[in-house]
């Protein structure tokens, strides 16, 4: 299946056309699994975190100090990045996936960067699941995939505790098996 081209070509007769989207590159035909909701709650807590108290403090050094035009400037710099960064969120969360293929794991996420990882079955060494104090308020926990590689390991955030569950199990099974393949 050919991807989309742009209408651009060279005026030498070779092709310069540039793939707008390249379906080898981001294979949609995977059966993609979506990560819980949820998490865009614990991403947006985050932020809350962080932003909130920096902003409460440059307005009140604006309110109580001689200083105004510019700590007001940046308290209102700063709610516009926290509307902003709250807005994101959610798109954020839904670009998070994973499939479970015969012979791999794909791990997708990012809006503007795109990023796939493959984590082939045997290369897994271990598997981890962890949950901070509100993820596990909320259900869901956070499965982290570790290989001999320390740059390829690979984590999905988000997922109901069941399914983390489920799918520790399934890839600690699966990479003990093709392992002992090896």
């Given at each position: 299946m050919a991807a989309p081209l742009s209408e651009s070509a060279a005026p030498t007769g070779r092709s310069d056309r540039v793939p707008t989207d390249n379906p080898a590159l981001w294979p949609?035909?995977?059966?993609?699994?979506?990560?819980?909701?949820r998490l865009a709650w614990v991403r947006r807590a985050g932020m809350l975190t962080f932003l909130v108290p920096i902003v409460a403090a440059v307005a009140a050094t604006a309110t109580w100090t001689d200083v105004t035009?510019?700590?007001?400037?940046?308290?209102?710099?700063?709610?516009?990045?926290?509307?902003w960064g709250l807005a994101v969120v959610t798109r954020s969360v839904q670009a998070w996936g994973y499939a479970e293929r015969a012979d791999d794991l794909l791990v997708r996420h990012g809006i503007l960067v795109r990023r796939l990882s493959v984590v082939p079955y045997g290369r897994m060494q271990y598997v981890d699941v962890k949950a901070g104090p509100l993820e596990r308020a909320l259900g869901i926990a956070t499965v982290q995939l570790h290989t001999a590689a320390a740059a390829s390991d690979a984590a999905i955030p988000g997922l109901p505790?069941?399914?983390?569950?489920r799918l520790r199990d399934r890839l600690a099974a699966l990479g003990e098996a093709r392992a002992a393949g090896l």
């Open positions: 949609e035909d995977a059966p993609w699994q979506q990560v819980s909701p035009l510019l700590p007001w400037g940046i308290a209102v710099a700063g709610l516009g990045f926290l509307g505790t069941v399914e983390a569950a």
